[in-house]
């Protein structure tokens, strides 16, 4: 199937200082670009993958699970750091789990996070019920598009399939069980008004994190894709002023080639 308009995958290379960007559960790197080109703007090496099954069709993510998508990530991660002497991972949603994971198993490798509205659990009573209805019921109603700036729209599903979110709830249980592991430098960007992921699932994150240089910050005027919001530019600056400090300097490099 063809790749829906703006959710092709982004790669720019810059300097030793890489990033890899994580986009969200039924999502895309469209709610990644404008983050992504902000970074390499400023001379990073920039990778914003596809996820197995994204950014077509809802029909083909039925066919993948959480191992698929975690296994692209981990795969970006490592060419990412064949080119690039530093490396961060940044993350919304599901991605931000997804980088919590990378955290968790690649240890050094990963020289410090920034999660955006990360997702920690599948809640509500049907959660529980997905290992049965996702046999009776092939999707429920999608959970994209949740953003509070006018005529702003995120490139993902209409529709979540059923099998994707009892592999995302199975994913989420594997990372929380994970995140002892978690020892690099963090910060964790939330929207207080968010109707996808609510609050306490930041809150377990840093609750669980064995993290000891932490910075969370509110994003009061935006809801789930803050990426995409109004509070983007914060996150945006956030997350520069956080390569700047712990990367080697020169942070950026001259880059000559990009791609979407």
Same mark, same amino acid.
């Given at each position: ?90 993350? $919304?949603?599901?991605? %931000? ?5 990378? *955290? =968790?198993?690649?240890?050094?490798? !990963? +020289?410090? @996070? #920034? $999660?955006?509205?990360? %997702? ?5 009573? *049907? =959660?529980?019920?997905?290992?049965? !209805? +996702?046999? @009776? #019921?092939?999707?429920?109603? %999608? ?16 529709? #979540? ?100």
């Amino acid at each position: 199937m063809p790749v829906l308009p703006g959710a092709e995958p982004y790669r720019h290379e810059g300097g030793e200082v890489g990033v890899l960007l994580c986009h969200g559960f039924t999502g895309s790197p469209q709610s990644m670009r404008p983050w992504a080109e902000y970074l390499a703007e400023r001379g990073l090496s920039v990778s914003v993958p596809l996820l197995p099954g994204h950014g077509t069709r809802w029909q083909d993510m039925r066919l993948t699970t959480w191992h698929d998508w975690y296994a692209e990530v981990d795969r970006a991660l490592r060419e990412l750091r064949e080119r690039c002497g530093t490396v961060f991972v940044f993350g $919304l949603s599901m991605g %931000g789990a997804l980088a919590l994971r990378l *955290a =968790a198993r690649h240890g050094d490798a !990963v +020289r410090g @996070l #920034v $999660l955006v509205n990360p %997702g920690n659990k599948v809640h509500g009573v *049907a =959660a529980h019920a997905l290992p049965v !209805v +996702r046999h @009776l #019921v092939p999707t429920t109603k %999608g959970v994209a598009n949740d953003i509070a700036k006018e005529g702003v729209t995120e490139v993902g599903y209409d529709r #979540v399939p059923l099998h994707s979110a009892h592999s995302l709830r199975r994913f989420f249980r594997t990372v929380d069980g994970e995140l002892p592991q978690v020892t690099q430098p963090l910060v964790l960007l939330h929207s207080p008004r968010d109707h996808v992921v609510p609050p306490a699932d930041s809150a377990r994150i840093l609750s669980r994190v064995s993290s000891t240089d932490v910075r969370e910050v509110l994003l009061e005027q935006s809801y789930h894709v803050a990426t995409l919001d109004h509070d983007a530019e914060r996150i945006f600056d956030e997350s520069w002023a956080f390569v700047e400090r712990l990367a080697p300097e020169p942070v950026g490099g001259k880059g000559s080639r990009s791609g979407g």
